[in-house]
């Protein structure tokens, strides 16, 4: 089994609040890593999509009553809305028998509702964490470029052969379209919306223009919205925000989206291998947002990540932002011998970042200039992660 780092943080929210939502798309790992938290507590696992554990929960105060001291571990839990309230119910009586804490542990994929009915009845007594695919600091043994290719999801990223790996990515894309994205919104054809996946895989990490999607597809922007809304609150797609401060600038106020597994982008694409991957024309936006997710799964909770462009020109692939003010400016390239724009340049003159890196696929970390340093992706991203434990 790899040793998830969201272990720690699982197991630190369990000792403080009452309840823990685990959030993360499908096939994850959230099971894994809830059994695993959960065997020191000697906790009672309940799958909502079994009818056998379902029909326990026929009358939920009574079966959750009985098991009041135990940490029950409640997996698919927006199958079962209706449980919210009765849960309320039992933590405030938790409480007032003095257990303050690791009562509950609710996994789901995500959606809207659940969060919103979880922050309606559980509020003041739920912690949200978000599980998503292996890292380059959780997979150090298998090489970065694997990763890359077949993404962060584990039945892909440990299958024997590239081929079943791809095999597997392709079974999730169509199970997703057309068994788990109905159970969280209204009816999409799954015809439609795999063509707007695709899409996005195509135009990965670029501006968001709804309209020109909404015109690909045939329907209104407003329709062509809610679809990309949807796959982002399954945690399938990122849209990076746009840094916005009154510097006196034309700064580009739009967010950039992307499919934030690159192993999902490879099988939309239908690129099998690492060769066809080098020859592709996404490989240099599939590396920079691969190595973007990475970042973004390391830094501390208390960071924010953004991209900065001017209409000049001045840009920068990732900003992130410190609870402190300080701003860490990072360029990605996919090459050994990087070389910096001026437009880099440019936005640093603009935001003044106290560091500056450029992260590229190489194995040494060394000055290009006197406050700019290249860095390899997983030095950096054990940066942030140490930043994180501070």
């Not at 970065?144 to 052969?161: C, K, Q």
């Not at 994205?181 to 439609?192: L, M, W, Y």
């Not at 106290?354 to 000055?367: L, S």
């Amino acid at each position: 089994m790899i040793n998830r780092h969201l272990s720690s943080r699982l197991a630190d929210a369990l000792t403080y609040s009452p309840a823990v939502v685990l959030l993360g798309p499908r096939q994850v790992g959230k099971t894994t890593l809830a059994l695993a938290v959960g065997e020191s507590h000697g906790a009672l696992y309940l799958d909502l999509e079994s009818e056998q554990d379902r029909a326990k929960l026929a009358q939920p105060e009574l079966y959750l009553a009985d098991h009041q001291n135990t940490l029950v571990i409640l997996d698919e839990v927006h199958r079962a809305p209706g449980l919210f309230p009765v849960l309320r119910g039992l933590i405030d009586k938790g409480r007032r028998a003095g257990r303050g804490s690791g009562q509950y542990l609710l996994l789901g994929s995500a959606s809207l509702g659940l969060l919103k009915q979880s922050g309606e009845t559980l509020a003041g007594r739920v912690a949200y964490l978000e599980l998503a695919p292996l890292n380059v600091l959780e997979t150090q043994t298998i090489p970065m470029d694997t990763l890359w290719l077949r993404g962060g999801f584990p039945e892909s990223l440990l299958a024997t052969s590239g081929v079943r790996s791809l095999r597997w990515r392709q079974d999730f894309i169509r199970t997703y379209l057309e068994r788990d994205i109905p159970q969280f919104g209204p009816r999409i054809a799954a015809e439609t919306l795999r063509r707007f996946w695709g899409m996005l895989a195509h135009h990965q990490g670029g501006i968001l223009n709804t309209a020109q999607f909404a015109r690909n597809l045939g329907v209104d922007v407003k329709t062509a919205g809610s679809y990309l809304d949807l796959l982002v609150d399954l945690l399938l797609v990122r849209r990076l925000m746009p840094w916005h401060a009154n510097l006196g600038k034309r700064l580009i106020k739009t967010p950039k989206v992307y499919v934030r597994d690159s192993g999902l982008v490879h099988a939309l694409l239908n690129i099998p291998d690492k060769e066809a991957l080098l020859s592709h024309p996404v490989v240099g936006q599939s590396w920079e947002c691969f190595a973007i997710e990475n970042l973004l799964a390391c830094v501390p909770e208390q960071v924010q990540g953004f991209y900065y462009r001017t209409s000049g020109g001045a840009e920068i692939d990732l900003l992130l932002s410190w609870p402190d003010g300080r701003l860490w400016a990072i360029e990605i390239k996919r090459s050994l011998s990087p070389k910096l724009e001026r437009g880099f340049h440019s936005a640093c003159t603009d935001l003044n970042p106290v560091k500056k890196f450029v992260v590229y696929p190489g194995t040494e970390r060394y000055r290009m200039a006197a406050d700019i340093e290249a860095i390899p992706l997983p030095m950096l991203a054990a940066e942030l992660r140490a930043a994180t434990s501070l």
